[in-house]
């Protein structure tokens, strides 16, 4: 498995998780120069792009879906080959399995975590 996301679980509305996504197999060399990208993936819906964060080189330039604007953030650790997503004031909107790529999706797709809101 290229990319192994982790950190869902079950939170109330407006608590927080960190999700975070390693990817041990792949060089550095792959790594560094890639966007990186959050999805999820709620039921019955299309997998969607949430959060992308540049390379490093370029300054790491992060963006994010309106949906989530505010409330998450996307950083990255090259060294380790780990992106994080930081999500707080969760919403039950937010339930979805969350997944990490490539700003492409080019990367075989890993197992995905299960983040669920719910009081």
């Known amino acids: 498995v290229q990319l192994q996301a982790s950190g869902g679980g079950l939170v109330q509305p407006g608590g927080s998780l960190r999700l975070s996504c390693k990817a041990p197999?792949?060089?550095?060399?792959?790594?560094?120069?890639?966007?990186m990208a959050w999805y999820r993936q709620a039921p019955g819906k299309q997998r969607e792009l949430v959060a992308r964060?540049?390379?490093?080189?370029?300054?790491?330039?992060?963006n994010y879906a309106d949906s989530v604007k505010g409330r998450f953030t996307i950083s990255r650790d090259n060294s380790g080959k780990m992106v994080y997503l930081q999500m707080t004031t969760l919403k039950p909107e937010d339930t979805a399995v969350y997944y990490c790529n490539n700003d492409q999706g080019s990367v075989a797709w890993g197992q995905g975590t299960q983040v669920t809101v719910s009081s």
């Open positions: 197999r792949m060089i550095t060399s792959v790594f560094n120069p890639y966007t």
């Open positions: 964060i540049g390379p490093v080189s370029g300054g790491a330039i992060t």
